[in-house]
């Protein structure tokens, strides 16, 4: 669950936002990171967050797309005690942190200032041991890697996680996301739902939702025969097809195709495929105003009830609990 300190809501309160800005780091995610703030106090017609851009030396900071950023400090010369700092940092980190970062991130971290990591930040608070113990994420392409690199760090492929005075997301458009949350959990969700509007979003996405891995990313050393099988069952969810039927289109028995699963998916056939279902039938009744019965049947239910029990089971929550949550 989140900490306090970061979720207590209080309109009196203004919180400093420190921004540390690598070389190479994603102008996007950046922005993404940034702008919910601004316009949350745009719109509450005070400041609830005053940011602060941050480089090592202070100096203008080039990022992946050859755009620059002159930060307003360095680190070492912080006009205030930030209450939260987010490392913007590239995809993939150079191999050392500068010391005078590594040692300044240190010190937040014993007072208690809360820090994230957006992109390659992730990574930059893994390796200074700051993510131990923690649930934590950041791009999809780098998960493998990573998790072979932090095996202390509990490494989910969710947009984004808040996890006590740690947060983290997947980069991109995810930190959007990941920031409107935290201005919801600390100003409302009237708040957060007029800076969505603000943005044009058609919605708020939520942490626990999985990142949209590319299917050959994600089965990058698997058999065709297993890519095929999953894309079958992508291409039919309102009429799921049997294991034997999934078999008898590769032309492999049923057997090596529940091989195939248990290697490389760690699941039986049918349990994946109900997974699939599961999880587009939730993006339906978050997106959409659809009846739980109509939804049902598209995503290859036989009744309504046949639905709720099955989301229930994967979920533990009800279709008529997912829309009031």
Known sequence: ?????????????LRQVGIVVMPGFSLLAHACATEPLHVANLLYGKTLYRLTSYSCSGETVTSASQQTVQPKASIDDSPVQPDMVLVC??????????????????????????????????????????????????????????????????????????????ITCGGGTAAMDMMITLVESQHGPALATRISEYFVMERIRMGDEPQQVPLRSRLAHAPESLIEAVQLMEANIEEPLTTHELSEHLGISRRQLERLFKKYLKSVPSRYYLDLRLQKARRMLRESDRPAGEIALQTGFSSAAHFSTAYRNHFGMTPREERLG
Request: hydrophobic fraction near 45%; glycine fraction near 10%.
């Open 1 to 13: 669950m989140p900490n306090p300190s970061i979720t207590t809501r209080s309109p009196a309160l």
């Open 89 to 166: 940092g590239p995809a993939k980190l150079p191999a050392g942190i500068p010391d005078e970062l590594a040692a300044w991130l240190k010190r937040l971290a014993a007072a208690g200032v809360v820090l994230g990591g957006i992109g390659g930040g992730t990574e930059a608070l893994a390796r200074l041991g700051l993510l131990d113990g923690y649930h934590a994420t950041l791009p999809w392409q780098r998960f493998e890697a990573f998790a072979q690199a932090h095996p202390r760090v509990r490494l989910s492929q969710q947009l984004f996680e808040i996890d006590r005075d740690r």
